[in-house]
């Protein structure tokens, strides 16, 4: 009796290989879909000029109460820095200055890129100070095309 021996190869084997390319083709159809279906909201954003009107040479009167607001909310009250941008600090400058008592009309001049806080600030120190009477400084328009 002869016994017939198999032999098997014990060589290298072939390692089975992931295809990325279908996963690839997946992605970008996922992806095309998401871009598809999203639906982006733009929020429409206001155009804002500052007012200019024709006006006269400024005036200084004596019950004047002039507070500038610089680009980045610093005050001064009649040409003196205010050291603090809280309120009560604005609103005991504007007491010291109104030398025309409750009578003193206070002059808001805000460059036009100051924060619109800084502005309030100076209307609710103005309203604790006891001075209601508030305007707004406006650049004329033949210096508005600078």
Avoid at 55 to 61: G, S, T
Avoid at 75 to 85: E, G, H, L, Q
Wanted: glycine share 4%.
């Amino acid at each position: 009796m002869t016994r017939a021996r198999m032999q098997f190869r014990h060589g290298a084997r072939d390692e089975p290989e992931i295809n990325l390319i279908p996963f690839i083709d997946v992605l970008l159809v996922i992806l095309i879909f998401l871009m598809l279906s999203t639906t982006y909201s733009k929020f429409t954003e206001m155009q804002l000029r500052l007012p200019t009107a024709d006006v006269d040479a400024q005036r200084d009167y004596p019950k004047e109460v002039i507070v500038t607001v610089s680009a980045d909310g610093r005050y001064t009250v009649n040409k003196a820095a205010v050291a603090d941008r809280n309120v009560s600090t604005v609103a005991a400058a504007l007491g010291a200055a109104a030398t025309g008592g409750k009578e003193s009309v206070v002059i808001i001049s805000a460059d036009a890129s100051s924060p619109h806080q800084a502005v309030v600030t100076v209307m609710e120190a103005a309203r604790r100070a006891g001075l209601m009477q508030i305007t707004f400084a406006a650049q004329s328009t033949a210096q508005a095309g600078h």
